[in-house]
């Protein structure tokens, strides 16, 4: 049985890059040509019974588009974050060792609520406070989509961002904010328009330095252009 797979090279990566992203795709999902069917099948009766006409040309493809959109907003998965490399520290003693924070962001997120299936969306600020390694900044980003691109819940997304770079670190401390809009308070239910849901995790010398907090969010906010006000 024939089976597709995606190419893992986006635009015009360098080879080095491509490489570098390796991690990211480690669990390649793969499914037969009789399994595309059968999912298309299965979405077009869904699509049917909530009454889309699947017949007219904008539509007549649309349970296949939806498989295919659901499979690539869902590649989280093939990653594997255990993978992910870092440097040894720039920091050769001293106080700032221990208070010195790396603060990026805002880094943008979209993800699938696993209670309804309905996108949640919104930022990430990511802080560090460097011991033994650093990381890529670039990595910083490729490590919340990989958690972010699955059906999952906001705390378990911060809790899993947050674990992985203190285990890939050993860092003296590591923050994250997280900020996002979830349709399925505002398309559903109790059909907010207005409600945004921030958490917040705290690793190491964060949580015994409250005056590290509230530097890491101070910086979060100035960078945020407009968002965390």
């Known amino acids: 049985m024939a089976e597709r797979e995606f190419d893992p090279t986006v635009g015009a990566l360098r080879h080095e890059d491509v490489e570098d992203r390796d991690w990211e795709r480690v669990r390649p999902r793969r499914l ?26 904008a539509t007549v493809n649309t349970p296949a588009r939806f498989v295919r959109a659901l499979f690539d907003s869902t590649e989280g998965y093939e990653g594997d974050p255990k993978l992910v490399t870092a440097f040894p520290t720039e920091c050769r003693g001293g106080p700032d060792c221990e208070i010195s924070q790396v603060v990026e962001g805002p880094i943008p997120f979209y993800s699938l609520c696993e209670h309804h299936a309905f996108p949640f969306f919104g930022h990430a600020f990511i802080g560090y406070v460097a011991h033994e390694h650093i990381i890529g900044i670039s990595k910083l980003t490729r490590l919340v989509r990989v958690f972010a691109r699955r ?42 328009s207005e409600q945004t849901t921030r958490t917040t995790f705290w690793r190491g010398n964060y949580e015994a330095i409250p005056e590290l907090r509230e530097e890491f969010l101070s910086i979060a906010r100035s960078r945020g252009n407009g968002h965390l006000s």
């Open 151 to 192: 059906f999952t819940v906001q705390e378990r997304l911060g809790r899993e961002i947050t674990d992985a770079l203190s285990r890939i670190l050993q860092a003296h401390g590591v923050a994250l904010y997280l900020e996002a809009v979830h349709l399925c308070t505002q398309m559903r239910g109790v059909r907010e």
């Open 32 to 57: 037969s040509d009789a399994d595309w069917k059968r999912l298309e099948g299965y979405a077009a009766e869904i699509l049917r019974a909530m009454g889309m006409p699947l017949d007219t040309p």
